[in-house]
C-alpha cells in the first residue's frame, strides 16, 4: 500500500501554521480503473463510527484490515488536526440481507473524518456513483455532519453528489451546515462545470464555505480545488504541472452570504433601473416561433440577431449572438425564457453567445437542468459555441436573467486563465432570478445560472 503523502513532518508544519482541518481529494489512495474484484485488496475495513468509537492509531489491533485508517488517524493525532479523506471500504453482509451482493459484501466509496486526537468521528458513503463498477449504493443514504470545536457544523459529500438533491441538498436544508468538505475527483468540463466553477456555485447558492480537494490527474482532465466561501476564492488549476497544491486558507467560520443581498446603491445604477424596466415591461415583447423579440427600447435596440442551435455539454442549446457594444438578448426554449442586457466597453475579436437551454441532461448522468449561460463560442462560427475554451479577452458588464421553474440554482462564472469573479448581485426580481456584474477584471469564459429541477430525474 503506497502512502507516498503521508510526511509526518508536513503535518507538524501545518500544525504550527495553526492548520484546523485538511481533505484530501477521492480516489487519491486507492487511484483509478478497478473492477469490484481488482480494488478488493486495497479495501480497508471500518466498523461504524455510530457503534464504535474507535482511535485507529491508539488501537491498532482492535480490527484487522484497517491499515490505511491507522495511517490517516495518524497523521490527525500527529497533526492535532481535523483529517478527512476517502478511501475504499469493505463490508461483510449477509446473505440473509436482501441488498448483500453475490460476493458477500459491500463495497462503498467512503469519505473519513478523523478528530484532531484520531478518533473515527464518521464516514460518509457516496451515494451518486459515477459510474465506479468498484462500488455498492448504500441502500439507504447517508446524511452526514460532524461537530468541531474550532468552527460548528461540518457537512460532506462526495464528487457527483454535488448535482444531486440527496445527499447534498437535503443535508443542508435540513441543519445549520456552514461548511462543507468535498473530496472530488472530478473531470473538468467546459464551458459549465469546470471544478473550481460548480464549487464555487455552490458556495455561493447555499451561503456556505466549500473545502473542495480535487484529485490532480491532468491527462484524465481532473484538477481544481478550492477553498470557496461565497464572497472569495483561493483555488488551484492547473493543466500543465503534473504535481498537486495543498491550499492553505483562513476563512470566517460564519460565511457571509451573497444571494438575496439588496444592493440599495446599485438600484440607483441605470443599467439596474434599465433591466428593472425591461422586467416590468416583457408585454412589449411579440413572439415567432420559439423566438421572442423585445424592441423596448430604441437605445438598446439592435438588429434581431439569428437564432441557431448548437451542442454545449452534449446538450442541444438553442443561442442568440450578443454582437455589439450593447444590446438586449432573449431566448427561449421551452418553459424558460433567458434575458442578457449588456455593455461592452470596447469589441474583441471573439464571438460571444446567450444560450438556453431546458430539458433532461442524459449523457454521462441523468439529470433534469433549466441553464441560461452567456458564454464565449470557440471559434467565429456558430456551431463553435459550447466548446472548451479557457482563455478570453471580452469585458462584458450585464445582467442576466431567466424565469426559472426551480429555487435550485448555480450561479456559474467563469473568466480568462480559469479565474473565478464575483457577481454583483444575485437574486430574485419579479418571478425571475438574476445575476448581475460589472467591472470584470479579466475576459469572460462563461457566465452561467445553472439550475435543477431535482424532482424531473
Ligand atoms: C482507465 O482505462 C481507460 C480505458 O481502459 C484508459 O483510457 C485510461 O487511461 C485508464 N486510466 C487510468 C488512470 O489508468
Ligand atoms: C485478525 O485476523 C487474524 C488472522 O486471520 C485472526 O487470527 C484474528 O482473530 C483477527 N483479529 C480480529 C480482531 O478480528
Ligand atoms: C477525541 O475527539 C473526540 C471527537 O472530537 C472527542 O469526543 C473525545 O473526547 C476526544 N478524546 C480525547 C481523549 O480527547
Ligand atoms: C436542436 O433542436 C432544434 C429545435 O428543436 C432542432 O431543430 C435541431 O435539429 C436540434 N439539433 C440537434 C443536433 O439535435
Ligand atoms: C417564461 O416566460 C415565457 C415567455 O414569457 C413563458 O412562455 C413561460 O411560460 C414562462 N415560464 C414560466 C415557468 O413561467
Keep these: 500500500m503506497l502512502l507516498s503523502w503521508n510526511r509526518a513532518s508536513c503535518f507538524l508544519t501545518l500544525r504550527a501554521l495553526g492548520v484546523q482541518i485538511i481533505v484530501f481529494p477521492e480516489d487519491g489512495i486507492h487511484g483509478f480503473n478497478f473492477t469490484r474484484t481488482s480494488i478488493y485488496p486495497f479495501l480497508d475495513f471500518m466498523p461504524s463510527p455510530q457503534l464504535v468509537r474507535w482511535n485507529p492509531c491508539l488501537e491498532p489491533h482492535r480490527f484487522n484490515d484497517t491499515e490505511v485508517l491507522q495511517r490517516l488517524s495518524c497523521m490527525a493525532l500527529k497533526g492535532k488536526m481535523f483529517l478527512v479523506a476517502n478511501l475504499g471500504i469493505k463490508q461483510p453482509c449477509l446473505s440473509s440481507d436482501p441488498g448483500c451482493p453475490s460476493d458477500g459484501r459491500y463495497q462503498f466509496n467512503t469519505n473519513v473524518v478523523f478528530s484532531s486526537n484520531g478518533t473515527l468521528v464518521d464516514r460518509y458513503r457516496k451515494h451518486n456513483l459515477y459510474f465506479e463498477a468498484a462500488f455498492d449504493t448504500p441502500l439507504k443514504v447517508d446524511y452526514i455532519t460532524f461537530d468541531t470545536p474550532f468552527a460548528g457544523k461540518f457537512g460532506i459529500f462526495t464528487c457527483f453528489d454535488i448535482l ?141 440577431p439569428p437564432m441557431f442551435h448548437s451542442e454545449m455539454m452534449y446538450d442541444n442549446f438553442t443561442l442568440v449572438p450578443a454582437w455589439g457594444k450593447k444590446g438586449y438578448l432573449q431566448v427561449c426554449s421551452n418553459s424558460l425564457c433567458c434575458h442578457l442586457l449588456y455593455k461592452r466597453p470596447t469589441l474583441s475579436k471573439e464571438l460571444y453567445a446567450l444560450g438556453v437551454f431546458d430539458g433532461l441532461h442524459t449523457v454521462h448522468g441523468t439529470y433534469y437542468i433549466q441553464v441560461c449561460a452567456l458564454v464565449k463560442c470557440g471559434g467565429l462560427g456558430f456551431h463553435t459555441c459550447g466548446q472548451e475554451i479557457t482563455e478570453a479577452s471580452g469585458i462584458f458588464e450585464f445582467h442576466l436573467w431567466g424565469n426559472f421553474s426551480t429555487s435550485y440554482i448555480f450561479p456559474l462564472f467563469l473568466t480568462s486563465g480559469m479565474t473565478l469573479e464575483i457577481p454583483d448581485q444575485l437574486g430574485w426580481e419579479n418571478d425571475h432570478y438574476f445575476m448581475r456584474k460589472s467591472g470584470l477584471s479579466s475576459g469572460l469564459v462563461t457566465a452561467a445560472l445553472y439550475g435543477r429541477l431535482y424532482e424531473r430525474n
Design 164 to 304: 444531486f438533491f440527496d445527499p447534498a441538498v437535503r443535508l443542508l436544508r435540513a441543519s445549520a451546515v456552514k461548511h462543507v468538505v468535498y473530496p472530488t475527483a472530478w473531470m473538468n468540463q467546459l464551458p459549465l462545470l469546470a471544478a473550481i466553477e460548480i464549487q464555487k456555485a455552490f458556495a455561493i447558492a447555499f451561503g456556505v464555505n466549500v473545502l473542495a480537494a480535487n484529485i490532480h490527474h491532468p491527462s484524465l482532465g481532473m484538477t481544481g480545488s478550492g477553498i470557496h466561501t461565497p464572497l472569495k476564492s483561493f483555488w488551484y488549476h492547473d493543466m500543465e504541472d503534473p504535481k498537486g497544491h495543498l491550499i492553505i486558507a483562513q476563512v470566517d467560520k460564519s460565511p457571509q452570504g451573497l444571494v438575496g443581498t439588496e444592493n440599495a446603491a446599485g438600484k440607483m445604477d441605470p443599467t439596474h433601473s434599465k433591466f428593472l424596466k425591461i422586467l416590468s415591461s416583457s408585454p412589449h415583447c411579440e413572439k415567432d416561433a420559439q423566438e421572442v423579440h423585445c424592441d423596448e427600447d430604441a437605445e438598446w435596440n439592435m438588429n434581431t
